[in-house]
């Protein structure tokens, strides 16, 4: 069956999106529910194109950045646009873990670390992709042993769904045929304003987290090993503040992140339950986002490193234009053994469910 809404909001085009990359077909997907809001996405790295929701007088707009055509989602200036990230999201510091006495050296593609599952990581492959209803997409990739330095193959589903709700849910389930290392999240790139050129800065987004301690970093943006309270600390968002009413504050680990790129441990009773993790409201436009997931952590980045680029139709993205919600494990797993563990064994599975809800506030 056909669902391929060929007239969609976001004004997308199927022929700039299909292309054979490394032998493997991108296409476009677009999940529409019944209030008539849709989400694009392709199937290169499964990156998020846009995420069409109306605001408090019905208006819609996209609000999430991302690109127009298959060529500009490869050659963007952030790699990681809205896209899925793995096999290790985050930092790894050295690019090096010990698994049962061995050392793995992995890429180093962030200063002296490694970063999000390296250069050619989940971002940068073409996933297979069916879509099963109107409102959901399943894509599968298979790792092999040795890809990007990481041990085992992993087989990795991931699961996009849209619901009647406005909730964008993601689905992961891995399995290894050797012990390995696993951290997956999403890379959304979140503009509730909507995109613009220039899109406007999230400073007014009022941010709440439900965290009462975060992992504080070095000047290298690997996590100290300290789980820091925010109490007392621009890093406090457990009551609703605006992103830019601290984030200028000179308070070393913002001026390390310059602004906000942490890994907030979220508040829960058992491990893996889904809750509530934070919620963004940006008070011009009504929209409101919420995220639930059942990782312990969430890697809160306001788009420092931003220069202007170019997205899609003619959107530009400067610095602090956009805020990012990455559910995952804490940076640095693999070196730090009082931090859940990022260990997947033969014989278990991995799992996640993250979930972006859109609403209005009137």
């Given at each position: ?11 997308l085009?199927?022929e700039d ?8 077909k991108t ?8 209030c ?7 199937n290169?790295?499964?990156?998020l194109l ?9 208006k819609?707009?996209n609000?999430?950045?991302?690109h127009?055509?298959?060529d500009?989602?490869?050659?963007s ?11 290790y999201g ?6 090096k ?7 793995y ?14 250069p ?10 069916e879509?099963?209803?109107a409102?959901?997409v ?9 890809e990007?330095?990481?041990?085992g193959n992993?087989?990795m589903?991931?699961?996009?769904t849209?619901?009647?709700e406005?909730e964008l ?18 890379h959304?790139?979140f503009?509730?304003?909507g995109?613009?050129?220039?899109t406007?800065?999230?400073?007014n ?5 439900n965290a ?17 309270p925010v ?7 457990r ?13 070393q ?9 942490h890994?907030y441990?979220l ?6 339950e ?7 409201v ?5 929209r ?5 997931t059942t990782?312990?952590?969430v890697q ?12 899609a139709?003619?959107a ?9 919600f ?33 609403g209005?506030?009137?």
């Amino acid at each position: 069956m056909e669902y391929f809404v060929e007239n969609n909001l976001s004004g997308l085009k199927r022929e700039d999106f299909q292309k054979e990359i490394a032998g493997k077909k991108t296409d476009l997907f677009i999940l529409k529910n019944k209030c008539g809001n849709e989400v694009a996405l392709t199937n290169y790295g499964g990156a998020l194109l846009s995420i069409m929701v109306p605001d408090k007088n019905g208006k819609h707009a996209n609000v999430v950045q991302g690109h127009d055509s298959i060529d500009h989602v490869v050659n963007s200036h952030e790699p990681f646009l809205s896209t899925l990230i793995g096999r290790y999201g985050n930092r790894i510091a050295g690019g090096k873990f010990n698994l049962d006495g061995k050392e793995y050296q992995l890429a180093v593609n962030n200063g002296p670390n490694h970063l999000h599952g390296g250069p050619t990581g989940y971002h940068a492959r073409v996933w297979d992709a069916e879509q099963t209803d109107a409102q959901t997409v399943v894509m599968n990739y298979l790792s092999a042993d040795g890809e990007e330095g990481f041990p085992g193959n992993l087989q990795m589903t991931v699961t996009f769904t849209f619901t009647d709700e406005n909730e964008l849910i993601i689905d992961y389930k891995g399995t290894t045929d050797k012990k390995t290392i696993v951290n997956m999240t999403h890379h959304g790139f979140f503009s509730l304003s909507g995109l613009a050129n220039p899109t406007a800065t999230v400073d007014n987004n009022i941010v709440t987290i439900n965290a009462d301690w975060y992992t504080p970093v070095d000047e290298v943006s690997i996590p100290t090993g300290e789980i820091a309270p925010v109490e007392g600390t621009p890093m406090d968002f457990r009551t609703p503040h605006t992103v830019g009413s601290r984030i200028d504050e000179k308070f070393q680990q913002l001026i390390y992140g310059v602004g906000y790129d942490h890994c907030y441990v979220l508040n829960k009773k058992e491990p893996g339950e889904l809750t509530f993790a934070a919620k963004c409201v940006e008070p011009i436009s009504g929209r409101v986002m919420e995220v639930y997931t059942t990782e312990p952590g969430v890697q809160v980045y306001t788009a420092n490193w931003h220069n202007g680029f170019e997205g899609a139709h003619g959107a530009t993205f400067p610095a602090r234009s956009a805020i990012c919600f990455e559910a995952q494990h804490f940076p640095d797993t693999p070196n730090k053994g009082h931090f859940p563990s990022v260990v997947l064994n033969p014989g278990e599975t991995y799992t996640q469910r993250t979930i972006y809800k859109f609403g209005v506030e009137k």
